[in-house]
Structures are given as C-alpha cells and as structure tokens.
C-alpha cells in the first residue's frame, strides 16, 4: 500500500476525497478502513456539506477490490471498516450530498463505490463494468443497486456478462448525470459540488434520509412517517433557522444565509 493511498483537500464547504494507490487505484483492506475514517468524519463535521470522490491520474478511477492485496492474504469477507467496502458503502446516517468524479476505469467494487454516491459525472473515456462474473464471484452490491438505477435487462446483461460500457451508454441509461471531456471534468465537478454547497444543508439532509428510508416503502406509507413526525432530518428542518430565513428571504427578495440550524 502507498504511504498516503487517501488524500483530501477541504475547499470551503466541499471536501475532495481522491484514491491514489498506483497503479491502478484498487482498494485493499487498509485503504478501505482509511476511506471509511474519511467519510465518517465527512459525515460529522458541520462545516462540511459535500463530498467528492475521484481517483489518482487519468486512466482509473477504481477497479474496485485489490487482488494483489487478496493474494497476499486480504481476506475478501476481512474488516472493510466504517462504511463497509471503500468507506461509503453502507454508511450510516450519512445525510450530505456525496459526487462521483469517474476519470477512467470504473469496474468492480470501483462501480459499487460510485454508485454509492448520489452524483455520478464521467469522463468520456470512463468505462464501466462488473467483470466478477468472469473470476467467478458476485458483485454483490451491484446485484442490489443497479437494477434499481438502470433499466432491468441493461442492469442484468452487465451483471451476467460482465460487458464494459462506455460514458456515453451509461449516461443513456441514466447510470451517470453528466459527461464531460476529460480536461473538463474537475472544473464541472467542482461547479457541482460548489451549487450544491451553496444550498440548505438540512433539506439535503431531509431529501436523503426520505429517500434512503422509502426506497422499500410504498407511497403512502412513506407520507404517513413523515406526517407522524418519523424521520428525524424531517422534523429537524421544520423546527429550524434555515426554515425561516428561507421564507423570509423568498419575503424580502434576497438569496437565503444557510446556517444549518
């Protein structure tokens, strides 16, 4: 493992969160505990809003799980860390806004961590695919998400050949939001990352947690939690200082001051 397979850079209220294990951007067992420290302390800081993620260099983003590593031991079931598998996995309570930069190769355990996220921007020459079919394995998270964020029969061709998709059919899919040339994507991500840091915390906050928790619930069931005060973004926002200052800006025709509180 790299000295520092982690680096970070706090700009304002975004925090840039870039993989950088040469060659290939792989996750081992150590790395991924390092991710998960990450996120969790995205997670509780109140200065912070959104998270971005990409990988080192121009030809990967992440190739997910690091077979090296497993050859030499990294149990495949080993301790992951906070987060589970790459720090974002199946994070707890995590109610910020987290941005997917793809620069390259997203195949693996490298797709489930993006589709973690809850933005998805591309470079043209990504390319993504869940090659595990062919070693003889499951991408487990993949069979959960993506049949839900694609249509059916794409999800599961992916899934049953492991075929590679490039940036352009997985934006036609709806895999991903935006493809941008490669000498564009940061600039894009970071304009992403600084409309959404410029928004109110606490809704984003709210809309995650009502999506995250409804996803299995039928329409009215969600709606009943809401109105019995059951989701604690929920009645957090309605009770809140943001709450006014956003009527009382639309009142006063001025942009809102978010506190997140």
Not at 179 to 203: C, F, H, Q
Not at 210 to 219: G, L, N, P, T
Request: net charge negative; with cysteine.
């Amino acid at each position: 493992m790299t000295e520092n397979p982690i680096k970070t850079n706090r700009r304002g209220a975004v925090l840039e969160v870039t993989l950088d294990r040469p060659r290939a951007n792989a996750i081992d067992l150590a790395t991924s505990r390092i991710m998960g420290e990450v996120f969790t302390e995205f997670r509780d800081d109140p200065n912070l809003r959104v998270a971005v993620l990409t990988g080192a260099g121009d030809k990967f983003f992440c190739p997910g799980w690091d077979l090296k590593a497993a050859a030499d031991g990294d149990a495949v079931d080993g301790d992951y860390g906070k987060g589970g598998f790459g720090g974002l996995q199946e994070m707890r309570g995590l109610n910020k806004p987290v941005i997917a930069a793809v620069n390259g190769i997203c195949c693996g355990g490298g797709l489930e961590l993006a589709l973690s996220a809850d933005i998805i921007l591309a470079a043209e020459h990504a390319t993504f695919a869940l090659p595990e079919i062919r070693s003889g394995t499951v991408a487990d998270a993949a069979s959960v998400k993506l049949p839900k964020r694609i249509p059916y029969h794409i999800a599961m061709e992916m899934l049953l050949t492991g075929r590679w998709v490039d940036a352009g059919e997985a934006a036609r899919w709806g895999m991903v939001n935006h493809v941008y040339p490669a000498a564009d994507l940061a600039a894009k991500t970071r304009e992403m990352a600084d409309l959404i840091a410029s928004g109110p915390p606490l809704v984003y906050a709210a809309i995650k947690e009502i999506v995250r928790e409804a996803e299995d619930m039928k329409f009215q069931d969600a709606m009943n939690r809401i109105t019995r005060s059951q989701f604690a973004t929920v009645e957090r926002l309605y009770r809140s200082e943001d709450q006014m200052e956003g009527a009382r800006a639309f009142a006063e025709k001025r942009d809102p001051v978010w506190k997140g509180r």
